[in-house]
């Protein structure tokens, strides 16, 4: 049986997607952390390492660095290691996109890894403010396994921008009537962009199943305008307790502006944050509260459990399958590093 299956990796404070498509071509969504990277971040590698070898692979397809920021790419070099085994770098990686500049990487490993690959013809920047229409997916489904994939949004307003997340890579991927947007930082001046240039005479194109939110859920990302065009049914976040992401704020605006999907057998914890100026402690990362939040919608937060003090903080991979034979969709969540699997069932695009 057939199925496209996204992994949504907890990595920290970072982001991080593998996607393995249904004639199982790998591709990876940015892979990075500044905070419990030394466990989090271990444990996604490992998690995509066992994938490949499950599959019989030692290399990932295509791999997609959405913006230079290096909490979306700093643990592509200990991946590197683990695939390869040797510990000498094999840059495992066949076709490798970027957003911005290849200058703008700053990172040693992503540095090495973007020279192997533009020597071989495999480095691919996009142009300035580049999006596909709604009928012309860059990488259409007869060469990626079913899967029609578009590029939403990249260089906005242009390449050489100063700001990073402008410039990052939107994709959406589109199987059997499911689509999915993967959104890595792109904030309001992206989504404006897609809502008012690239896709404004096609805006229902961009309604989705579900919406991996900009910008690990910051207030500067997810509008009210982007939230009533993708009408997400679910949303993704990947975050820690380094900032206050995703904030509550946010969460309010999915619950404003959509109907996100429940399921009684997933039940599960999110959280969200709130800044408080009043806070003693110093550091980015004790300036915020904490709402811890027990549900059975379909928000799911990578930080599945936080705690002001920072010392029960839990995380989890979440794990989204859809398959052919009657399109339906199933979720599973590992809550730990431990990796304690709950599975939602199949169930049909009416929720039920």
């Known amino acids: 049986m057939a199925q496209l299956r996204f992994i949504f990796l907890y990595v920290g404070q970072g982001d991080g997607t593998f996607i393995i498509l249904p004639d199982n071509t790998t591709i990876l969504v940015d892979l990075g952390s500044l905070k419990n990277s030394e466990t989090a971040g271990k444990n996604a ?21 959405t913006h230079s920021d290096r909490d979306h790419n700093n643990l592509l070099w200990e991946l590197d290691l683990k695939i390869t085994g040797t510990g000498l770098y094999s840059y495992p990686f066949t076709n490798v996109y970027i957003g911005g500049e290849k200058s703008n990487y700053h990172d040693f490993y992503v540095g ?41 949004s990249a260089n906005v307003p242009t390449r050489k921008n100063a700001l990073p997340n402008p410039k990052s890579i939107v994709l959406m ?19 404006d962009y897609m ?26 990302a997810t509008t009210d305008g982007w939230l009533q065009a993708v009408l997400p ?89 859809i398959r052919d034979s009657d399109q339906k969709i199933n979720f599973k969540m590992w809550t730990g590093l431990a990796g304690v699997a709950q599975e939602s069932g199949w169930f049909n695009a009416n929720g039920t």
């Open 45 to 65: 590698v490992k998690t995509i390492a066992d994938e490949l070898t499950a599959l019989g692979k030692t290399s990932i397809d295509y791999l997609f660095i």
């Open 112 to 152: 090495l890894l973007l020279n192997n690959k533009e020597t071989a013809g495999k480095l691919t920047l996009f142009g300035d403010s580049d999006h596909d229409t709604s009928t012309t997916p860059r990488w259409p489904a007869a060469s990626m396994g079913g899967v029609d994939m578009y590029l939403l």
């Open 173 to 191: 991927l589109s199987y059997q009537g499911w689509k999915v947007i993967l959104s890595g930082d792109a904030e309001e001046t992206a989504e």
């Open 195 to 220: 809502l008012h240039t690239a896709y404004a005479t096609t805006l229902a194109f961009l309604k989705s199943f579900a919406l991996k939110l900009g910008h690990h859920g910051a207030e500067t």
């Open 233 to 321: 049914d679910c949303s993704v976040i990947s975050s820690d307790q380094k900032w206050g992401h995703p904030y509550c704020t946010v969460l309010k605006r999915l619950e404003d502006q959509t109907t996100i999907w429940t399921n009684s057998n997933m039940k599960h914890g999110y959280v969200c944050g709130a800044f408080n100026r009043k806070r003693s402690r110093s550091g980015d990362d004790a300036r915020y509260n904490w709402t811890n939040i027990d549900d059975t919608r379909l928000i799911f937060t990578t930080l599945v459990k936080a705690d002001d003090a920072q010392l029960s903080s839990v995380g989890g991979h979440y794990e989204l399958l």
